[in-house]
């Protein structure tokens, strides 16, 4: 559905019972946004540094300058409030008011709470918006563009949200629509297909559990952003199955080729060892012979030596090879008068060595030389 004009936000105050965590925030993965009320908390605690948000608002109170923004609950049954942008706030100030609502690192969320300076609030600052999509502009702004960075994850979820906000087909190809998301995160319409794709391949990886028990991928080894890298190489998603049409390009994967594809960028024995050699990686892929060495334990270099990348090494190495000789060339007659035996050595060595690639690639190219 395509996005109205925003009303103005409404100020107040409103009791934490009235508000609830977002399921939908951009940094939680599907699992927790699953989990209810105390996976998000558990998961703000592993990775949202709330105790020390707790520490300070103990310590100088709650700013009535910084307002959570909200929108109406879709959930009629439950009502009240989702805070859409303050989670992390709303978190550290239940667990102020509700110290046992932490499942993990509960002794110390006990003592912040114990210790506090001041009395934890009952409400918080609001700014009532009459829908979510209202809000999801200003979200792009402070945590894309502005001075609260997501990361590569988070951002490609808010960019999904934002295509979903302006489509009735979230799950086809829309050239305008992608041209006009990515304009919000300061993007080009190319980029924000390519983020939307790999954030679909890691939900499709989530929703087959490549990282059960078991496996050797954890999930958090995957790097957002090195998959986005692999997935600009046309072998690369060529190899995996992705294809241009209407949709994202998904329906027809290689499971097979997927997995494979995670274990060498994200497994405890990745052959990829830092994103520069995903190029590599590329040429590999779009080599049968080349696979195969890679498939059977061979290193990523072993097997490129196998791929188009011996070729195009071979003829850079000759054309620098060559560049330099000839640059030897013109100083040899400059430096005539202190040239001595050893340079005589070495022009041989360098003429027996030119003599030798040449056979061999002339015998390559052309048959036997009889020469």
């Known amino acids: 559905m395509m996005p109205s004009q925003a009303a103005a936000p409404e100020m107040k105050k409103m009791p934490l019972d009235q508000l609830h965590l977002d399921p939908r925030n951009p940094r939680l993965t ?9 996976a998000i908390i558990e998961w703000m605690l592993k990775d949202g540094n709330i105790i020390e948000l707790m520490a300070s608002i103990s310590a100088t109170g709650y700013s009535d300058a910084e307002p959570v923004l909200v929108a109406p609950n879709p959930d009629e049954r439950v009502g009240g409030y989702i805070v ?20 993990l690192r509960s002794k110390m969320v006990k003592l912040t709470a114990d210790e506090a300076y001041h009395d934890p609030p009952k409400e918080l600052p609001v700014l009532i918006y009459k829908r979510r999509d209202d809000i999801l502009d200003y979200l792009g702004y402070r945590h894309i563009t502005g001075i ?9 979820e808010y960019l999904w949200q934002l295509y979903q906000r302006n489509t009735d087909a979230p799950h086809n ?7 006009k998301v990515a304009k919000v995160v300061g993007s080009n319409a ?5 983020t939307i794709v790999t954030l679909q391949l890691v939900k499709q990886a989530e ?35 992705i294809q241009e049409d209407g949709a994202w390009g998904l329906s ?30 590329a040429k590999i892929v779009a080599s049968e012979e080349a696979l195969r060495k890679l498939k059977e334990g061979q290193s990523l270099d072993i097997a490129a030596e196998y791929s188009s990348e011996a070729i195009e090494n071979y003829r850079m190495l000759m054309s620098n090879a060559m560049a330099q000789l000839r640059e030897a060339d013109n100083y040899s007659t400059r430096a005539v008068d202190n040239l001595t035996a050893a340079d005589v050595d070495n022009a041989k060595d ?8 040449y056979k061999y690639i002339y015998g390559e190219v052309n048959g036997p030389s009889d020469d």
């Open 252 to 281: 027809n994967l290689n499971a097979e080729n997927v997995k494979s594809l995670f274990s060498w960028l994200f497994g405890k024995n990745k052959k990829v060892s830092e994103s520069r050699k995903i190029k590599t990686l």
């Open 30 to 38: 599907e699992e927790v946004r699953s989990g209810g009320e105390e």
């Open 350 to 357: 360098c003429s027996t060595l030119a003599r030798k690639i």
């Open 207 to 241: 929703e087959t559990a490549f990282w059960d028990s078991g496996s050797e991928i954890e999930r958090d080894d995957v790097e957002f952003s090195v998959l986005g890298t692999a997935l600009s190489y046309s072998e690369i998603k060529q190899f995996l199955g």
């Open 148 to 156: 609260k960075a997501w990361r590569a994850r988070e951002k490609a």
């Open 173 to 179: 190809q829309d050239a305008n629509v992608l041209k």
């Open 84 to 103: 859409v942008e303050g989670n992390r706030r709303l978190t550290a100030v239940k667990l102020l008011n509700d110290p046992s609502k932490a499942h």
């Open 190 to 194: 190319n980029a924000a297909k390519k």
